[in-house]
C-alpha cells in the first residue's frame, strides 16, 4: 500500500499546485511537502505534506501560518499546535476500469432498480461551460474557483439530462494515476455520478489505476475503490 499511498498523494498535491497556478500563485515542493507562500484558493491547502517524517516545520516555515492557514496531513502524523482538525478522511485507490462501450452515458446502479433518465456526459470544453458547470457544482455559492486556464490541463467532467448538469466530477493526471475529485451530483443520484465518472475515466485515460480522498468514502467503495490510509486537514482558527 505504501507505493500507492504516494502516488495518491503526489497526484493530489500537484492537483492543489495546478489550481494555484491557475490563479498566478504556484507553491513549491520538496521532499517532505507542496507548500505555498500565500493564501491559496478557497477549498485548497497551503500545504500538502509529500512524506510520513515530513515535521510541523517543513510546512508551517513556507507557508503564511496566520489565521486561515491550512494544511493537508497527507499521512495523518503532525501535530500542529494552534491548529484544529477541520476534517479527517481516507485516501482511495481503485485498479483502472475497464472500458465498457458505453461511456458517454451512464445510469448507476439505481437505475437497475427503477427506471430513470440517461446521463449523457462530456468534458467541459469552454468557458461559459466551466461557470455553468462550477454553479451547480458548488449550488451556486462559489464563482471564479475554477479559471478557465485549467481547461486542457486537467478533464474537467459533466453529465446532462435534458441539456441541464446534473452531475461532474475532475480527473487529473500524475506519475502512473488519475485522481478523482470534485464528485457531485445535483439532479441524479451520487451513485450515478460514480459510475459515470469511471466510465469517463477509462475512456479519456485508460489502464490508469484511480487515487483520490473523500471524508466518506462509502459511495466510492461501492464503485470498487479501497480505503489505503487516513488524512487529516488542519485549520488555523
Not at 11 to 29: Q, V, Y
Request: hydrophobic share 45%; aromatic share 8%.
Amino acid at each position: 500500500m505504501t507505493g500507492m499511498l504516494a502516488e495518491a498523494v503526489r497526484d493530489n498535491a500537484e492537483w492543489c499546485d495546478l489550481m494555484c497556478r491557475a490563479h498566478g500563485s504556484p507553491g513549491t515542493f520538496t521532499g517532505s511537502a507542496w507548500t505555498n507562500p500565500v493564501r491559496t484558493p478557497l477549498f485548497y491547502p497551503d500545504a500538502v505534506t509529500l512524506s510520513p517524517a515530513a515535521t510541523a516545520a517543513d510546512v508551517l516555515d513556507r507557508i503564511d501560518s496566520g489565521p486561515g492557514a491550512s494544511v493537508k496531513d497527507s499521512y495523518a502524523t503532525l501535530d500542529l499546535p494552534g491548529f484544529d482538525v477541520l476534517f479527517e478522511a481516507q485516501w482511495l485507490w481503485r485498479s483502472a476500469p475497464g472500458r465498457t462501450g458505453i461511456s458517454r452515458t451512464s445510469t448507476g446502479p439505481a437505475a437497475r432498480r427503477r427506471p430513470v433518465e440517461v446521463v449523457g456526459w462530456e468534458v467541459v470544453g469552454d468557458a461559459a461551460t466551466l461557470a455553468d458547470w462550477e454553479r451547480t457544482a458548488f449550488s451556486g455559492e462559489v464563482n471564479g474557483l475554477f479559471p478557465a486556464s485549467l481547461l486542457g490541463h486537467v478533464e474537467i467532467l459533466c453529465g446532462r439530462i435534458d441539456g441541464e448538469i446534473v452531475c461532474g466530477s475532475v480527473l487529473t493526471a500524475s506519475g502512473a494515476v488519475a485522481g478523482v475529485s470534485n464528485v457531485f451530483a445535483s439532479g441524479c443520484d451520487l451513485d450515478t455520478a460514480w459510475a459515470g465518472t469511471l466510465a469517463m475515466a477509462a475512456e479519456l485515460l485508460p489502464g490508469r489505476p484511480l487515487v483520490g480522498y473523500e471524508s466518506d468514502p462509502e459511495a466510492a467503495v461501492n464503485h470498487g475503490f479501497t480505503c489505503i490510509g487516513p488524512l487529516r486537514v488542519w485549520l488555523r482558527p
